[in-house]
């Protein structure tokens, strides 16, 4: 049952437009806004003046270091933390936690329509994958106006419903753009979403087979870092055993992962993984499923160490990267050339395998 709701909930994350940035939306101090006045309240204005023209990129105000907060209401997993890992010109990617999962997606705010270009499940780490397309999913299109309409990829429609509807959320009532998805695939499922001006996505409602379920904004705080909680491995010629350390690391938007990696392994470590002056130039995850790390020659240079320390110090790096990836191989190399010291040749394609087992946690 947990995974078949776990199931609905990627569903609906995959077809929301979430927010990813946030600013002063306007709340409706009015008369719940049903009045029609919608004078100051981020509304269309009266009959006496031109109507207004509203663009897609007042409803998506990108923004760096935000952090929202999403309750949920009729699944376990409908509640959902959202943060910003990068934001480059009119792109950005975001990362949303609900409790059971990690996923990412990049959205693009154009001059006429927000798209949803990528979106991956089950992604732990960080990793800019702001230029990858999986996708093309118009989320908002202009003109926005009532009976706006436009076809996804699925054959799923798409229509705006509404323009200036009350929208009651746990940080108030704000006028909302209301978009409302037929899904192709299954008939009778349904989902409308929310947009208020200079906010985002305030709120989503999933139907399906009786089911309801919804995602209203409660909260979103601005200056924010992501924290994650990622175990940092030593090894000890002493005993010849391997420590671990879990240490709460935080990002800012655009941050460097392997710069902040580098940096925390260094910081107060119990022995002695990247010596003082290594730099790790590149890391990333390969399409073939393993971790690419290139690091600088001093990690040879400064180290000081036998073949079994060496060793040992190789495989602290494996187990550190490669538990923060997810992945069990990695492929190191030493300033873009094949690792190579006095005590240790990796052959062209050798990668190093992550083994835990008998890691000890230090006290």
Same mark, same amino acid.
Request: charged share 25%; hydrophobic share 35%.
């Given at each position: 049952m947990k995974n078949s709701k776990l199931f609905i909930v990627f569903l609906v994350l995959a077809m929301i437009f979430v927010a990813a940035a946030c600013g002063n939306g306007q709340t409706d101090n009015g008369d719940n806004g049903d009045n029609g006045d919608n004078g100051d309240n981020g509304g269309n204005g009266d009959g006496d003046n031109e109507p207004i023209v509203l663009n897609v990129e007042d409803y998506y105000p990108l923004r760096e270091n935000v952090h929202y907060v999403y309750e949920g209401m009729g699944n376990e997993f409908a509640s959902y933390d959202l943060y910003i890992d990068y934001l480059e010109g009119n792109k950005v990617q975001s990362r949303i936690n609900n409790g059971g999962s990690e996923t990412i997606q990049v959205i693009e705010v154009g001059d006429d329509k927000i798209t949803k270009l990528y979106f991956e499940g089950e992604v732990y780490y960080r990793e800019n994958k702001i230029n990858k397309v999986n996708r093309n999913e118009v989320l908002l299109a202009e003109p926005i106006e009532v009976g706006n309409s436009w076809t996804l990829e699925d054959g799923s429609v798409r229509t705006i419903t509404s323009i200036d509807v009350s929208v009651t959320t746990p940080m108030g009532v704000y006028k909302a753009i209301e978009v409302s998805t037929e899904f &192709?695939?299954? @008939?009778?499922?349904?989902?409308?979403?929310?947009?208020? #001006?200079?906010?985002?996505?305030?709120?989503?409602?999933? #139907?399906? @087979?009786?089911? /309801?379920?919804?995602?209203?904004?409660?909260?979103?705080? /601005?200056?924010? #870092? *992501?924290?994650?909680?990622?175990?940092?491995? $030593?090894?000890?010629?002493?005993?010849?055993? $391997?420590?671990?350390?879990?240490?709460?690391? @935080?990002?800012? +938007?655009?941050?460097?992962?392997?710069?902040?990696?580098?940096? %925390?392994? #260094?910081? %107060?470590?119990?022995? +002695?993984?990247? +010596?003082?002056?290594?730099?790790?130039?590149?890391? !990333? =995850?390969?399409?073939?499923?393993?971790?690419?790390?290139?690091?600088?020659?001093?990690?040879?240079? /400064?180290?000081? &160490?036998?073949?079994? !320390? /060496?060793?040992?110090? =190789?495989? &602290? *790096? &494996?187990?550190?990267?490669?538990?923060? !990836?997810?992945? @069990?191989?990695?492929?190191?190399?030493?300033?873009?050339? *094949?690792?190579e010291s006095g005590h240790i040749l990796l052959q062209q394609g050798e990668y190093l395998t992550v083994n835990m087992e008998d890691a000890e946690e230090l006290e």
């Open positions: &192709a695939q299954v @008939e009778g499922q349904t989902s409308t979403d929310y947009y208020a #001006k200079d906010l985002g996505l305030i709120k989503s409602v999933f #139907k399906t @087979e009786g089911e /309801e379920i919804t995602s209203t904004l409660k909260n979103m705080y /601005e200056d924010v #870092k *992501l924290t994650q909680h990622i175990m940092f491995f $030593y090894p000890s010629l002493d005993d010849e055993t $391997y420590y671990y350390q879990t240490k709460p690391v @935080e990002f800012e +938007t655009n941050d460097i992962t392997r710069k902040v990696l580098e940096k %925390e392994y #260094k910081n %107060e470590s119990p022995s +002695t993984v990247l +010596t003082e002056n290594t730099e790790i130039n590149w890391l !990333y =995850l390969n399409n073939d499923g393993m971790v690419y790390i290139d690091v600088s020659g001093d990690f040879v240079t /400064e180290m000081n &160490a036998g073949a079994a !320390y /060496e060793s040992m110090i =190789l495989q &602290a *790096l &494996a187990n550190t990267i490669g538990n923060y !990836y997810g992945v @069990e191989r990695i492929l190191l190399t030493l300033d873009g050339d *094949l690792y």
